[in-house]
């Protein structure tokens, strides 16, 4: 099926393994997900000149879970081959680059993707957008993912998670 690019904002929390956590709940519970779209005959419309960071989910299609638990989604046959295709294929942050993992970059990988250690939105998403220059150093491979703390008058203000599902 291909690989399928995902990001999400939540409001800024200093746990951001609570946050991750919360999110993944909240995006499962939602059905958001490769298999609960593939269930109900939803897809989500690609649009090429529209940002992939889900910012407002309540304009993206909800079908609702179709498994009891996180797990058995995870565990499912299509994600064991492809992920999920959303934040579920991220299970916990680390400071360390790993499968299934949304790594928190250095101080010295922020200033280098986003010019500062404390990038606001709009340098985030102005990087975001160019992939093979940002997101393939950022991310690594497909199957890891990120999380970055986004400042408002250089104040912690969001985190933004996001990654590439498995291929």
């Not at 000149?49 to 498994?67: C, L, Q, R, T, Y």
């Not at 579920?88 to 360390?96: A, T, W, Y």
């Not at 010019?115 to 890891?144: F, H, M, S």
């Amino acid at each position: 099926m291909g690989a399928d690019y995902y990001a999400y904002y939540v409001p800024y929390q200093e746990d951001r393994n609570k946050a991750l956590q919360e999110l993944r709940q909240r995006e499962f519970e939602a059905g958001r997900y490769r298999a609960a779209y593939a269930e109900k005959n939803i897809y989500p419309e690609y649009d090429p000149n529209k940002s992939p960071i889900m910012d407002d989910v309540s304009i993206e299609p909800a079908p609702g879970k179709i498994h009891t638990s996180i797990e058995e989604a995870l565990n499912d046959e299509w994600a064991q081959m492809e992920g999920t295709g959303s934040i579920l294929d991220l299970r916990e942050v680390s400071d360390k680059k790993d499968m299934c993992i949304a790594h928190i970059p250095t101080k010295e990988e922020m200033v280098e993707y986003f010019g500062t250690d404390k990038p606001n939105r709009k340098q985030v998403e102005d990087r975001l957008w160019d992939y093979d220059e940002y997101i393939a150093d950022l991310i690594g491979v497909r199957g890891i993912g990120y999380c970055i703390t986004v400042y408002k008058d250089e104040t912690a203000s969001e985190l933004l998670f996001g990654g590439w599902s498995f291929d």
